[in-house]
């Protein structure tokens, strides 16, 4: 038995976390089941990536609490996709818990004699995102067979006897709240008197820099080459993973942020209301991303782009994708408030 904490400061344990052992245990197996509480749309588009880099024979995801509680739009799309995926390929399914509330959070990992592992505690399918937010999670490792089995014994039952396969279950009222960036690590939501006054401080120097589409990079990084690890697990970049590939004819602009100097890291207040830390870097102060995680500035574009209708979760961005929302740029403007700069990808209505 082993004891996995998210190792936040001051509470360190030094042992390692949900989410290392989550990969770690996925060399070899085949087959993983998982019954949780919630889900996250990026979530569940990595555990399907996840399962198609690294052929992983069978998956099975139960989800216990969205029935009562709903899903936001995405969220069952992405659930919907995986689902299909996982079917189509003969590789398992996703399934609710119906005639209850399910609140556990159970991963059992089996090979080829039977269940081997499992992990349970406190982590949510979330859990498996790093980074995403700042919420201590614990859980405890079961490496005896004995243990192993019961759970997984214990997840076919309840398969069987309390839920049925999404797509056979109608889904009819969603979740409306837009709950990417709340709770984000690093993400801060500002107040309507905040945003105004940023809006009133904005000066003349103000960049249009051009979204690009490109199949692997921007904001389609997600189907880029993913990161082989030491096991030779390979771990796919995360969906809302993404950064802007700036023109050089704007980033070598006067008064444009420039990489490796103070104003390189800076806060910004978008024009929908959230305050994050980006980043210049690069040569010819090319690259702009969100700081310390791409994910930020990902949630905050795509989210926009999926809350249109006009992006479905795990599709790539194209420029058919941003003439359907309304616009191909994000426009940076300098604000009179040191460190401060307005970040707008507001679409007018004519």
Same mark, same amino acid.
């Given at each position: ?95 609710? &818990? ?8 159970? +991963?059992?990992? #089996?090979?080829?004699?039977? !269940? %081997?592992?499992?992990? /349970? ?124 590939? &700036? ?8 008064? +444009?942020?420039? #990489?490796?100097?103070?104003? !390189? %890291?800076?806060?910004? /207040? ?81």
């Amino acid at each position: 038995m082993e004891f996995l904490h998210s190792n936040f400061p001051p509470v360190r344990f030094g042992g390692r976390a949900f989410v290392d052992v989550f990969y770690d245990l996925l060399s070899g197996i085949k087959s993983l089941d998982i019954a949780v509480g919630y889900i996250t749309t990026e979530s569940l588009i990595e555990l399907e990536r996840l399962t198609e880099l690294n052929n992983i024979p069978k998956v099975n995801l139960t989800i216990g609490m969205h029935y009562y509680e709903r899903f936001t739009q995405t969220q069952y799309n992405a659930a919907l996709r995986l689902n299909h995926y996982l079917m189509e390929n003969e590789r398992g399914q996703v399934r609710l &818990v119906l005639p209850f509330r399910y609140h556990g959070k159970l +991963y059992s990992y #089996s090979d080829s004699e039977g !269940a %081997v592992a499992g992990i /349970i505690g406190s982590n949510n399918l979330g859990s498996i995102i790093e980074g995403s937010n700042r919420l201590y999670e614990s859980s405890v490792l079961i490496q005896d067979r004995d243990s192993a089995r019961n759970m997984k014994e214990f997840i076919d039952r309840l398969i069987a006897d309390a839920t049925e396969n999404i797509e056979d279950v109608a889904i009819q009222e969603f979740n409306t709240t837009n709950t990417l960036l709340e709770e984000h690590e690093n993400v801060q939501k500002v107040t309507a008197s905040d945003l105004e006054e940023c809006v009133s401080s904005l000066t003349n120097q103000s960049f249009d820099i051009l979204i690009k589409t490109e199949p692997k990079s921007n904001l389609n990084a997600f189907f880029g080459k993913g990161r082989c690890g030491r096991n030779g697990l390979i771990k796919p970049r995360h969906w809302y993973e993404a950064e802007i590939i &700036v023109d050089k004819d704007i980033a070598t602009q006067n008064g +444009y942020p420039k #990489s490796k100097t103070p104003e !390189a %890291v800076f806060q910004v /207040i978008t024009d929908d209301g959230w305050r994050f830390r980006c980043k210049i870097s690069g040569d010819n102060n090319k690259n702009f991303r969100s700081e310390a995680d791409l994910k930020i500035l990902g949630k905050w574009l795509k989210g926009r782009l999926e809350n249109a209708g006009v992006l479905t979760v795990g599709e790539p961005v194209t420029d058919d994708t941003l003439r359907q929302y309304g616009r191909n740029t994000v426009t940076l403007t300098k604000t009179t408030t040191p460190g401060l700069w307005y970040l707008d990808f507001g679409v007018r209505n004519s």
